[in-house]
């Protein structure tokens, strides 16, 4: 499959997160840029982070959404509003989106209400609101359902309904804490759709994930991160880093119907996660 990198969306250099004096994270380093492929018009950016319980997960995620502050470091990630080249901006709480586990959504408020909501400080018009929340309900199957409450909708439908929530208020960057995470067979194939219409709606679309389920991290991410516990000159640290990265582009895995290559990757990585 042809692509092309194109600028920076998202820089992390050197970060690490502290709670009092216990390191959690440290020394995180990435950059994931815009991917264009020929052969389709637009191609978002799925990336999973995947380890063990305990190996600075979350904490990577609620640092990468401004929900805590780095102890060293810096994220910045592609400034939207601005019409400079690779324009870049320091992260801040709302930037990213973050759906956490629950699709925790406002019990009082409706579809309808809530994505009203989000749209809150937007300097669009009110017919420009009503237009895009329409838009975004049609395509996302959520049309039949904008009146109801999260009570009276199915857990796909609250996902569906955080995510573009999230969208509406940080734009291009969701962040997704265990989206499969004690979900039946159907419920995570309406999360691999909101993948799917994630990554077609926008090239610049970047959805980050952090799942244990290897298999799904192969099948739908392009990139692979595994953090686990460092080992350096021969003694294991307990904090968590990036331990191994798997581009599934440059593998020539990604976009690709499941073969003998993505087994050998998922022994790969099993093996990479057990010994961090």
């Known amino acids: 499959m042809t692509y092309q990198f194109k600028e920076t969306l998202l820089y992390v250099e050197n970060l690490s997160v502290a709670y009092d004096d216990t390191v959690i ?10 991917v264009v492929r020929t052969a389709k018009e ?48 320091p992260v801040k709480e709302g930037d990213i989106g973050f759906v956490d586990q629950k699709y925790t959504l406002f019990r009082h408020k409706t579809v309808y209400q809530t994505l009203k909501f989000a749209l809150r400080k937007t300097t669009i018009s009110e017919t420009e609101k009503e237009a895009k929340i329409k838009e975004y309900t049609n395509k996302w199957g959520l049309d039949k359902c904008i009146d109801k409450y999260p009570n009276e909708l199915s857990g796909g439908q609250r996902q569906r309904t955080a995510i573009i929530e999230q969208l509406f208020s940080s734009d291009k960057f969701i962040v997704m804490d265990e989206p499969f995470s004690g979900l039946d067979v159907g419920n995570i194939e309406e999360v691999k759709k909101s993948f ?23 099948e739908l991410a392009q990139v692979i991160y595994v953090i686990g516990y460092p080992t350096i000159n021969g003694e294991k640290k307990n904090y968590g880093t990036i331990v191994a990265k798997y581009d599934l582009r440059e593998m020539e895995l990604a976009w690709k119907d499941h073969c003998e290559d993505h087994i050998k990757l998922y022994k790969e990585i099993t093996h990479q996660m057990m010994i961090s």
Do not use: C, Y
Request: glycine share 8%; no cysteine; charged share 25%.
């Open 25 to 34: 994270i440290k020394d995180i380093s990435l950059t994931e840029k815009d």
């Open 42 to 89: 637009n191609t978002g950016q799925i990336i999973a982070f995947v380890g063990r319980s305990g190996r600075g997960k979350s904490t990577f995620f609620k640092a990468l959404t401004g929900l805590v502050q780095p102890n060293t470091g810096k994220i910045l990630i592609k400034d939207f509003a601005s019409q400079e080249a690779n324009a870049a901006k």
């Open 196 to 218: 799917d219409l994630l990554s077609d709606m926008s090239e610049f679309n970047t959805v980050l994930f952090s799942t244990h389920d290897i298999e799904l991290a192969i």
